[in-house]
């Protein structure tokens, strides 16, 4: 992923669709419409709104759509997905990333899509190619991932203030899509379309995986007799991620920076006997937190070896 700096967002656009800008500008004053009106859909509808565009038509059939359509985009009509799009210049697709693909080309097979009309989806896993029964039709597709989470709330329209934002686009239509994701008050990455599934998965496994970590080190904290994991947790973690996101490996502390296979061995075996289910996840990160250590020159060949040889007898063994 290469940054998307915000000067972008001014540099020379060449869209040729109809009610876009001239080059170098924001998108003029938008009609827009919104598939589907869930967590996402509904903020970044509310995000546009609150930046000058006129959020025309909206799609939702569950309760929980319409209530927060009716919080977020008061006076928008809910109405079926082909009139979304008959009604908007900008077509917001935020359903969930299996329905993507469907509805895209079940909105071209009844020939619901226009020449020049923008379209942007939310997925973070997905890219351009989704959307290519509509960019057949005439469409000019977009990626615009919020890489932040959406409950769906108001105070999510607030949130999305310096949210980093995914972008991918064919290269012409760049200025535009920036320009949008600044309007509704994030900040664009771009993203190329090879790189879309390795930018998601690099987000998927930071994100969901710490859950993962920490309920885990939690659990096993309180099999320890520890009665507040969270509040042993909070000062070692909080350093470590912000360690971590500011140097990298370096920030690395613990055992397997320091080469002592002897306290890995001592874990591997109380972790085997209190907490079984817990081994081969540790296995697996130690074996890659000393493949790290090693290529970032904290850990010396001769310190890694035996590291190595512990972890790998470990799995054979199990
Ligand atoms: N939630 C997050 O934190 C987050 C963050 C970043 C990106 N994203 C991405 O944003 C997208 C939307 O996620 P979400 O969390 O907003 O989902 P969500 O809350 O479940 O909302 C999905 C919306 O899509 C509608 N919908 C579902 N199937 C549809 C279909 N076939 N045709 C028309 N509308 C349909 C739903 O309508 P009904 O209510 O009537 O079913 C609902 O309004 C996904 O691609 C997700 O990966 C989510």
Redesign the pocket.
Known sequence: MTVGPRAAAAAPSAVPAAGLPPAGRAPARLRVGV????????VLGAALAAAGHEVVAA????????A?AARLLPGVPLVP?EEVVAAGDLVVL????D??A??VA?LAGTGAWRLGQLAF??????GLAVLAPAEDAGVLPLAL????????APEDVHRLLAAPFGVTSRPEHRPVAEALVLEMGGEPWWVAEADRGLYHAALASGANHLVTLVAEAADLLRTAGVEEPARVLTPLLTAALDGALRGGDRALTGPVSRGDVGTVAAHLQTLGERAPDAVDAYVALARRTTERALAAGRLRPHEGAPLLDLLRAEEAAR
């Open positions: 598939i589907g009106a869930g967590r996402v859909g509904a799609a939702g059939l569950s309760a929980a759509s319409r927060r997905a935020a359903v969930p990333d329905t993507l469907g509805l079940g989806h939310t997925s973070g896993a997905a991932h919020p890489a932040m989470t959406f409950t769906g």
